[in-house]
């Protein structure tokens, strides 16, 4: 879900002028790159994979844990929605079987699926996994399916949601979609969701360090990046299930790019891989994979995952059958890891990586700016405060009242701060908690102006007040 939140840095993008990156000499090999990215960008931990066809070429961890332990390939970690993926593999497992009809209605297929649209008849198998069943954050309580103890649980707080289209007609990106493609996966196969992807997915692929349960492998906490300090911190809390629950690692994540390139131990036919790397008829997007073209105008197969101390990405080339996974036990307000792609990718394809840092610095700094200038301006309102009231002595209500107005609209955005964030990510849901994991910069950013105009309104209208009263 850095599904989801990332959207945020576009309030201060206007505002950046990025810092340079530090120019480097080419680097020869992945290790030097990403030596050269480890220093640039300042991240703690990052592990990578690299493979091509059945072929493992790189696979490292650089940096450290939060418990100081060093970053290795087979360190755990969260990677968030890059989990949709081997939920779709789950769910064509099982089509392939015929357990489970991928244009059939989900509502014919899972008992106890209902909501209060009837609309929800007609989302089938196929929807969820495209994104385009209908399902929004905007129309369902996804702050009370964090609370859930079950897929089952989760399941039956859906009675109350509704559609925000016709299913099939459009794409929105929501989790729902995948949790409950999790769930059909327990009622189809008999198994629980993580037993089934532990025995049907990862078992056959040798993932020997990947699971849904942090009680089975549990990854070290994340870190924040705050104003260009690391603050290590355990994840907030949520149901992660089909949507964005999987703990692996890069080595395991090779051997799953391996199969995903059609090489290796192949899990589903041909027919049903491509299945779940081709676009829906309405969107880019496909079956937990997006189809896209690189910086080079490549075709690639990609996902990114963002949780609130995690990030990740995986990628595909499929006319060279490269495989790219990006893990890093961070979050921020600006995606290091999609940077770290796209030089790997380049690598792989003979050209100079892009320099990789100073995106993260470049947010924080201008936002620490910001916040040290309305200190500054808030005490010295506060302190011209009187002469302020004195100069107005006199002036009509209306106009005296109309200089308060610049004031009070930062006080104004923080009450709305939770809804305007929402927008700025496509209507995704966004909480006063999550707002104080990675966006914590903006938070303080926000907080701080808020605070300063308060201050010098408050000042400023004392200082009426007691011109007011020496006057009668």
């Not at 989990?83 to 106890?112: C, H, N, W, Y």
Request: hydrophobic share 45%; aromatic share 8%; glycine share 10%.
């Amino acid at each position: 879900m850095k599904a989801t939140l990332i959207g945020v840095a576009a309030v201060a993008a206007t505002l950046l002028t990025p810092l340079t990156p530090i120019a480097h000499a080419a680097p020869t090999s992945i290790d030097d790159y990403l030596a050269d990215v480890m220093h640039d960008t300042g991240l703690p931990g990052v592990s990578v994979v690299v493979t091509q066809g059945d072929r493992l070429v790189h696979a490292a961890g650089y940096g450290e844990d939060s418990e100081g332990a060093p970053i290795t390939a087979d360190t755990p970690m969260r990677i968030a929605s890059v989990s949709k993926s081997f939920t779709a593999m789950a769910v064509m497992t099982l089509v392939e079987d015929g357990r489970i009809a991928l244009d059939e209605p989900v509502a014919d297929q899972l008992p106890g699926f209902t909501m209060a649209d009837p609309r929800f008849t007609d989302v089938t198998v196929r929807h969820l996994l495209n994104q385009t069943s209908g399902f929004s954050d905007t129309t369902i309580d996804v702050t009370a399916l964090d609370t859930s103890t079950s897929l089952t649980d989760y399941t039956a707080k859906l009675s109350s949601g509704s559609l925000t289209t016709d299913p099939g007609t459009r794409y929105e990106y929501c989790n729902v979609n995948y949790d409950l493609a999790a769930r059909l996966v327990e009622v189809a196969s008999g198994r629980t969701f993580g037993d089934y992807l532990n025995e049907e997915v990862f078992g056959p692929l040798g993932m020997s360090r990947s699971t849904v349960s942090a009680d089975e492998i549990r990854p070290a906490d994340g870190f924040n990046s705050v104003f260009g300090a690391w603050w290590s911190r355990p994840e907030l809390p949520g149901f992660l299930s089909g949507g964005g629950g999987v703990i692996t690692t890069a080595a395991d994540m090779g051997k799953w790019l391996i199969s995903q390139a059609g090489h290796g131990t192949q899990l589903v036919s041909p027919d049903s891989l491509r299945t779940m790397h081709t676009s829906s008829t309405v969107d880019d997007y496909a079956m937990g994979w997006i189809p896209d073209q690189g910086p080079d105008g490549v075709d690639q197969l990609v996902h990114p995952g963002n949780l609130f101390t995690y990030s990740a990405v995986q990628a595909v080339v499929p006319s060279t059958g490269h495989g790219f996974a990006v893990l890093a036990n961070s979050a921020s307000l600006h995606d290091d890891t999609y940077d770290i792609l796209n030089g790997l990718i380049a690598l792989s394809q003979g050209r100079d990586p892009a320099p990789a840092g100073g995106g993260r610095q470049s947010f924080e700094l201008v936002l620490g700016l910001i916040a040290l200038a309305a200190i500054g301006l808030g005490v010295l309102g506060a302190w011209r405060s009187a002469r302020w009231a004195r100069r107005r002595a006199g002036s009509p209500a209306w106009l005296v009242a109309l200089r308060f107005v610049p004031l009070l609209l930062p006080i104004g955005l923080v009450a709305a701060y939770p809804d305007l964030t929402s927008i700025l990510i496509n209507g995704r849901t966004v909480t006063w908690a999550q707002l104080t994991y990675f966006p914590l910069p903006l938070t303080i950013t926000v907080f701080v102006v808020a605070l300063a105009c308060t201050a010098t309104a408050t000042a400023r209208l004392l200082g009426l007040l007691r011109n007011r009263t020496t006057v009668h």
